[in-house]
């Protein structure tokens, strides 16, 4: 599964600010309890060494073997840290001294460190029984200063009860303030990814809005980030070079189907003169009559470029009403006056009203009656029909002919598009006509819909905007190029 930029970016904030909010939460609970734990060591050593400072004055209390007038002096003074308690050992490890309680369970531990090598220098270690105050405890030897022979040995303990319930409190903290903080923090950053992605966001509908009529507008200017700013620019400078070649494009298909019009229309004359005449042999007539058959079909992809080409520019409909079933009960007459062996039947129970160009939507008409004409084999029957449902026109055409293949039916409504039907014969025609019929329909604010099966037939339904029923000021209909038009205003 792709993850788009923006879901990668906020993916990647979402994980990594929590954690490093985690992360800074957890080092600063490490560096107190670390702070504390040495202020502990740092007063443990301060007080044994006051005790070995008053021991080693008082010559009287090294010979006799006892130290408790100077525990006693010390705790009298009011010793301002005088610790949880004190142990003075003997050179044979008997205890000779000792100030406070000392539970039964944690001396076997103390003598244990109290054997232990480095004590001469001072060792600290932890007693952690079950069910007993943890302590810590400062173990040091008390030597003698001339001859450095060892005297005796201290142990001072204070309680880490303290220490543990800072850290439970710590630990509570800072799992609240990493909570908080990352909620503030994610949505923080939402909202500045919502802000910094706003331009672009505006870009890109833009980019998905923009038809080939609309390239001149552009990116409108606004604040953007130098970044956005440089692909903004880049994007209307292709859209205005776009413009400039599809409108020379338009302009050289008008051009060179708007001088092609009156010469094929004269031969076309020309051709229907000599076709008149009396006494042309069977060939010749043959001839002549394939001629006129191929000029025709050169008039009509001459005519369907030029419609195919004004309807790019996306022209403002100067609209009527139009009463569609009547239109297309024209459109079915005029077919069937041409296509005799077709058989069309039309259905419609109703008038029903559209707001629209009347040869535009002719020509509509024309161009989906005749493709279905064109598949549908002599004797099957084509259904056309006209309801209203609410506010919406419905005009649908279905045929029994050969039906379009599902990897066509995308693609049918592009200009030029040809498909090859079922039996591998080429369709006919320059692939314009429901193309054509595509920008009629988006021009009048519409909708079309093509369900397919080969062998089946194909079913075409046009969805157009209803008239409102009354007070409605019906217009002229403007005078569109249609397919078959010999003139039209805009054509000159």
């Known amino acids: 599964m792709r993850i788009s930029l923006r879901g990668r ?10 954690a490093l909010i985690f992360a800074l939460a957890f080092v600063a609970q490490q560096v107190l309890l670390v702070t504390l734990r040495s202020g502990l060591d740092d007063s443990l050593q301060t007080r044994t060494g006051e005790v070995i400072s008053a021991i080693l004055t008082n010559s009287l ?84 200063p001339e001859t450095f022979n060892p005297l005796a040995t201290i142990q001072t303990g204070e309680s880490l009860a303290q220490i543990t319930s800072a850290q439970q409190v710590l630990w509570r903290y800072t799992i609240i303030i990493a909570v908080v903080g990352s909620v503030l923090a994610l949505a923080v950053g939402f909202f500045l990814f919502g802000r910094g992605f706003a331009p672009l966001d505006r870009i890109l509908r833009r980019v998905r809005d923009i038809e080939t009529g609309d390239l001149q507008t552009g990116l409108p200017s606004e604040p953007r980030p130098p970044e956005l700013q440089k692909l903004a620019d880049s994007l209307n400078s292709m859209w205005h070079r776009l413009d400039g ?75 009527g009403r139009v009463d569609l079933r009547a239109l297309t009960e024209e459109v079915v007459g005029d077919l069937l006056s041409v296509n005799e062996d077709s058989e069309l039947e039309f259905t419609a129970l109703k008038p029903v009203f559209v707001s629209g160009d009347y040869d535009l939507l002719k020509q509509m008409l024309v161009n989906i009656i005749e493709n279905a004409i064109k598949f549908t084999a002599a004797g099957q029957t084509i259904t056309v029909s006209v309801t209203q449902d609410g506010g919406s026109a419905f005009v649908a055409v279905h045929d029994r002919g050969t039906g379009i ?7 049918i409504m592009e200009p030029f598009y040809t498909a090859d039907d079922r039996t591998g014969a080429s369709t006919k025609g320059a692939g314009l006509g429901l193309a054509i019929v595509k920008q009629i329909v988006d021009l009048h604010q519409g909708r079309i819909e093509v369900s397919s099966h080969v062998g089946n037939g194909t079913v075409v339904t046009v969805r157009l905007p209803a ?26």
């Open 245 to 319: 070649a599809f409108k020379q494009n338009q302009m050289f298909v008008a051009k060179v189907s708007h001088e092609l019009r009156t010469p094929l229309t004269v031969l076309n004359g020309q051709i229907d003169v000599l076709l008149m005449r009396t006494g042309l042999s069977a060939d010749e007539r043959q001839s002549l009559q394939r001629m006129s058959k191929e000029v025709g079909r050169l008039v009509r992809l001459t005519n369907n470029l030029l419609l195919n080409a004004q309807l790019d520019t996306k022209p403002v409909l100067a609209a």
């Open 9 to 18: 970016i906020t993916l990647w904030y979402a994980v990594a600010i929590p």
């Open 61 to 144: 209390s090294i010979e006799r073997g006892t130290f408790d007038d100077e525990i006693e002096f010390l705790t009298e003074q009011e010793f301002y840290d005088i610790p949880l308690f004190l142990r003075i050992y003997g050179p044979d490890r008997t205890a000779v001294s000792r100030f406070g309680e000392i539970p039964e369970a944690v001396i076997p531990e103390l003598n244990n460190l109290a054997d232990e090598a480095g004590v001469d220098r001072g060792t600290f270690g932890v007693v952690n029984l079950r069910g007993v105050e943890a302590l810590r405890v400062y173990t040091v030897a008390i030597l003698d």
């Open 405 to 411: 293949a599902p990897q066509h039916l995308p693609h």
């Open 467 to 492: 008239a409102p029923a009354a007070g409605y000021a019906p217009r002229e209909p403007a005078h569109f190029l249609a397919a078959g038009d010999q003139h039209s205003p805009m054509a000159s």
